[in-house]
Nanobody, 128 residues
Framework: QLQLAESGGGLVQPGGSLRLSCRGSGFTLDYYAIGWFRQVPGKEREGISC????????NYAEDVKGRFTISRDNGKNTVVLQMNNLKPEDTGVYYC?????????????????????WGQGTQVTVSS
């Protein structure tokens, strides 16, 4: 059974950092494109950052560029989202998603193209 599990969410003050992890079980994450998406109440789930299957290409939403970094840790079958200089508007439930092996990371983030599996989500709250 293919499963994705997010961890690392929590409450942090503005300007702080969090490190989210997406761990795969039942399949090898480095075979697939992986994305992080955020959802807040009353809004559509939006793509935050996506990485292609070989890790050579990444995509970021405009409002997180320069603050968030997505990377692979293939030895741990994990994709990490390092979030620095967090802002209150970063608050939401963060989901990781798996896309097809040849999914384009920008289209995956923009339209969820190729996404076939989701994790359960982890809450991130940025507040003083």
């Amino acid at each position: 059974q293919l499963q994705l599990a997010e961890s690392g969410g929590g409450l942090v003050q503005p300007g702080g950092s969090l490190r989210l992890s997406c761990r795969g079980s039942g399949f090898t994450l480095d075979y697939y494109a992986i994305g992080w998406f955020r959802q807040v109440p009353g809004k559509e789930r939006e793509g935050i950052s996506c990485i292609n299957s070989d890790g050579g290409s990444t995509n970021y939403a405009e409002d997180v560029k320069g603050r968030f970094t997505i990377s692979r840790d293939n030895g741990k079958n994990t994709v990490v989202l390092q979030m620095n200089n967090l802002k209150p508007e970063d608050t939401g439930v963060y989901y990781c998603a798996a896309g097809g092996r040849f999914a384009d990371e920008q289209r995956m983030c923009d339209t969820q193209e190729g996404v076939f599996d989701w994790g359960q989500g982890t809450q991130v709250t940025v507040s003083s």
